[in-house]
């Protein structure tokens, strides 16, 4: 692991928590961007141009390209976030560049926000949040505003990593069977425990479940993942529910099926383009079919100090000639 200086130069695309931007002055020699607004292509040219540090998030697109431009001095990528899509990883590694990123503290956040979609679609939340202050409450029926019970239904996770398994708890709470895809079993004690069922074919799993959540990362192996073939596979009573990556999701193809009544509903935190939503999607959302939300799942705020301390710890790791915790590695 290559060291560097003790106060080294590191540049912050976006604006982070106070308390994180407090500490960073002190320990570092801190550039940061004060209007909360990704940096231009030029700006990001100049900031690798001069960091021995970035520290990028998911609205920064660190390519190839912009890595050819930076200076001699760049030598750690600290990553504010779990999701590495954004960064050329196997280009930076080549340049001799270390890549960390924040895995673990936005875990149970996002699983929240994973399972409040599942309710959210399931029981109509949304509707039913616009109804009253538009004052289109004529008084309770019983044919009324009906959703779907959650309770006995089976949910199919794909990916039952970190943030698949804290859902998991959460859903099995809920009183649903939990079903996981991932590229390998979980450790037989988390499979108890979760009284979980593996699917070696992601199309068996996603022909028989109710509810769907989308919980791997965005790599080349997983884009369109859910491609419009697999979608297809869907019962048509299903929701499909996904926190993770919109690239993992066929958008368009998903967007069609709702539309033709293929499949019941979905959740979206979300999208392929963001932050612009298929206007599509955006109809079936006044039609009440899908809820869509802004990338919001790790969004407390205690989440983003966690995930700030971590960047800091990540940053003097590497500053003391340590291994950085959170090393992405290929
Ligand atoms: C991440 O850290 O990758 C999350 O998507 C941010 O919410």
């Given amino acids: 692991m290559r060291s560097m200086k003790k106060r080294p130069v590191v540049v ?21 961007n004060l209007e909360d607004k990704p940096l231009s292509r030029q700006e990001l040219v100049d ?36 999701g590495i899509d954004h960064i050329d ?24 926000m994973a399972m409040a ?26 044919t009324w ?33 939990i079903h996981y895809h991932n590229r390998r079993h979980v450790p037989a004690r988390i499979e108890q425990e979760l009284e979980a069922t ?35 596979l869907m019962k048509a009573d299903a929701i499909l529910v996904n926190t993770a990556r ?12 709702i539309e033709a009544g293929a499949i019941a509903g979905a959740g979206l935190d979300v999208f392929e383009e963001e932050p612009a939503v298929n206007p599509r999607l955006l109809k079936l959302a006044r039609q009440h079919k899908v809820v869509l939300l802004p990338h919001m799942g790790s969004a407390t705020q205690e989440g983003r100090v966690d995930m700030g301390e971590k960047v800091i710890v990540n940053i003097k790791s590497f500053i003391d000639g340590h291994k950085p915790p959170d090393r992405v590695l290929l």
């Avoid at 540090?53 to 050819?68: C, G, K, N, Q, Y």
């Avoid at 309710?119 to 008084?139: K, T, Y």
């Avoid at 919109?246 to 099926?257: M, N, S």
Wanted: aromatic share 4%; hydrophobic share 45%.
């Fill in 47 to 82: 900031a690798v141009a001069l960091a021995d540090v970035l520290v990028p998030t998911l609205t920064d697109e660190i390519d190839a390209d912009l890595l050819a431009k930076a200076g001699p001095d760049l030598k750690l990528i600290a990553n504010f976030g779990n």
């Fill in 246 to 257: 919109g690239e993992v999701i066929d958008e368009t193809a998903l967007t069609r099926l």
């Fill in 117 to 142: 979609l599942i309710l959210a679609v399931a029981r109509r939340i949304p509707e039913g949040s616009r109804i009253v202050p538009d004052g289109e409450w004529a008084g309770w029926s019983p």
């Fill in 198 to 232: 593996y699917w070696e074919s992601l199309d068996q799993m996603l022909a028989r479940m109710d509810i769907v959540s989308v919980n791997c990362p965005h790599t080349p192996a997983t884009f369109h993942l859910l491609s419009a073939r697999r979608l297809k």
């Fill in 89 to 112: 990883v196997p280009a930076a590694l080549a340049r001799g560049i270390t890549v960390t990123n924040t895995p673990g503290v936005l875990t149970e956040d996002t699983a929240d």
């Fill in 145 to 177: 505003m009906l959703g779907r019970r959650i309770t006995g239904k089976r949910l199919g996770i794909v990916g039952m990593g970190r943030i698949g398994q804290a859902l998991a708890r959460r859903a099995k709470a809920f009183g649903l069977s």
């Fill in 12 to 32: 912050v695309t976006r604006r982070l928590p106070d308390v994180i931007e407090t500490r960073m002055r002190e320990l570092f020699d801190t550039r940061l």
